[in-house]
């Protein structure tokens, strides 16, 4: 037998050697591996902990506008009870609808400089507040003088909510999951319209003089959360920065993003932008936005456009009319009419979850336009329908048809899509007073869309009324062409370059450390 060296002791002990450089090798191995085990444990835990952070931010905020979705979803069917309870005429009728919308760009205008004072949050807080106080004296109005002073208070909540909630969102979430959380305000927009119809389903069998009260007192119940919410959700990280409390933002970005370095990376972008606005700051913000420099030209047009072309394609009219477009169409029951509008609030509902899913992937553009084409498409049947088919069992089916495919095309695209590009095309100095902007033109088009709609059917008739409303959304789809840009994949800071022809990309195309972020959120999400 070959003798086997040995491994000494000294004096020698006689045992065979062993391959101690090996072992020591194999253990240092897997001592790594533990080690890259473990970091990914933890960069996983960190990870689902960010996105539940952030979407439990993005739903709080989002409450504000369950409240503007109920009222416009319960006064399609309360407003039936209130003419029969306070004996009310057309054209009372026509502004309470109405009304809200216009008074609501008050709060909006308001909505701006008070989120520049106050804080995103606490204006959330302040808008909760006015419309709990304006639902509580509608619920009780003994008369149509009253009942307008509760929905002017309710005008003004709706109005401050509905403007800084995307912003908020927009401002806190992560680059490439943003459309995404920014999109939930319009989701709790139509869970708002939904629980209306439903709200009037399930109380129109109490008495006149009850039934509508009721359906407007429950409305106050979502705005009670948010006193809940201001203890879950931090103020935007760059409205902090706006503020020059660097170290808070820091904490709130460590926060909403997955990795140190990313928050960080987002920090520098915030505080440049911030440092770039501040020679500026001796040109109040609303000079600048009434004497634009070409740039923010460009970006006033995309989103002032935008939520123009949501409201007047005539959405509002088919949510806050649909009793009376099914009724021209042949129902004549009350109950099944409600019943047929829960129809149309499942359909505006199930269809904006679609719309928060694809956001991101397939990005804002390409949503816009199967939403511009299909609502185009569905309006002019809509109309051929009513004027041609109407009063009879096809007429009623395909009524109901392109009502609800009108409500589905809109909420996959130009529902919430319009509300992500406004609060993310405005550099940071402008954003919040911009955005308020763009909601009052989304507001005042709403208002005279509801407050003419019945008053312009008695003229042109209601199929005539849709047929204009398909002639204006088919423009909606060249301005989308022509104007509207793909944001998706960029950062806050890198939108606003590209508006500035710094950042020379093509529609989709991203930079590669968005890329790898993006695809990583993907596979998470």
Not at 206 to 235: D, K, Q
Not at 354 to 381: E, H, N, Q, W
Not at 496 to 504: D, K, N, R
Request: charged share 15%.
């Amino acid at each position: 037998m070959k003798n086997l060296p040995e491994v000494g002791n000294g004096g020698g002990s006689g045992f065979p050697a062993v391959s101690v450089g090996n072992k020591k090798n194999k253990y240092q191995r897997m001592d790594s591996d533990a080690e890259e085990s473990q970091n990914h444990r933890e960069a996983e835990a960190r990870n689902s902990r960010t996105r539940k952070y952030v979407m439990a931010c993005a739903f709080f905020a989002s409450l504000n506008n369950v409240l503007l979705g109920y009222d416009v979803g319960v006064m399609s069917g309360a407003v039936l009870f209130i003419q029969q309870d306070l004996k009310i005429t057309e054209v009372q009728t026509e502004v309470l609808i109405g009304s809200l919308s216009i008074i609501s760009l008050f709060g909006s205008l308001a909505g701006g400089r008070t989120s520049d004072s106050i804080g995103r949050k606490w204006t959330m807080a302040l808008a909760a507040l006015v419309f709990q106080t304006g639902a509580a004296v509608m619920a009780v109005a003994p008369s149509f003088e009253v009942l307008m002073i509760g929905r002017t208070l309710a005008g003004i909540g709706i109005g401050l909510g509905v403007m800084i909630a995307p912003v908020y969102i927009a401002e806190i979430s992560p680059t490439v999951a943003r459309g995404f959380f920014t999109s939930f305000p319009e989701i709790f927009i139509n869970l708002g319209i939904l629980l209306g119809y439903v709200s009037n389903y399930a109380f129109s069998g109490l008495s006149v003089h009850i039934s509508w009260r009721i359906m407007l007192a429950v409305g106050i119940l979502p705005s009670v959360f948010i006193g809940f919410a201001l203890c879950v959700i931090p103020e935007s990280p760059r409205w902090l920065v706006m503020k020059g409390r660097v170290d808070s933002a820091r904490e709130v970005l460590m926060k909403t993003n997955e990795r140190d370095d990313e928050a960080e990376e987002r920090l520098a972008e915030i505080q440049l932008a911030a440092a770039h606005t501040e020679g500026s700051e001796d040109r109040p913000v609303w000079r600048e936005l009434l004497s634009p420099s070409p740039v923010v030209r460009k970006m006033l047009i995309v989103g002032f456009g935008i939520q123009c072309f949501q409201q007047i394609t005539g959405i509002d009219a088919t949510v806050y009319y649909s009793p009376e477009i099914l009724k021209e169409a042949g129902i004549q029951d009350e109950t099944k009419l409600l019943a047929a509008t829960v129809a149309v609030g499942v359909t505006k509902t199930v269809f904006i979850l679609f719309a928060t899913f694809l956001i991101d992937s397939v990005g804002r553009k390409p949503l816009l336009y199967v939403s511009t084409i299909g609502m185009t498409l569905c309006l002019f049947c809509l109309s051929f329908t009513l004027t041609f088919l109407g009063q009879g069992t096809l007429g009623i089916t395909l009524a109901l048809l392109f009502v609800c495919g009108n409500v589905a095309f809109f909420s996959i695209g130009m529902g919430p899509v319009c509300w992500v590009l406004t609060s993310e095309i405005f550099p940071l100095r402008l954003r919040a007073q911009a955005s308020a902007l763009g909601a009052v033109g989304n507001r005042v088009c709403s208002g005279l869309v509801a407050m003419s709609f019945l008053s312009v059917s008695r003229a042109i008739t209601v199929g005539g009324t849709f047929f204009v409303f398909s002639l204006v959304s088919a423009l909606s789809v060249i301005f989308v062409y022509v104007l509207v840009p793909e944001t998706s994949g960029k950062s806050l800071e890198q939108i606003e370059l590209m508006f500035q022809g710094g950042l020379e990309r093509k529609d989709g195309e991203v930079e590669l450390g968005d890329a790898e972020r993006l695809v990583r959120k993907e596979q998470e999400f």
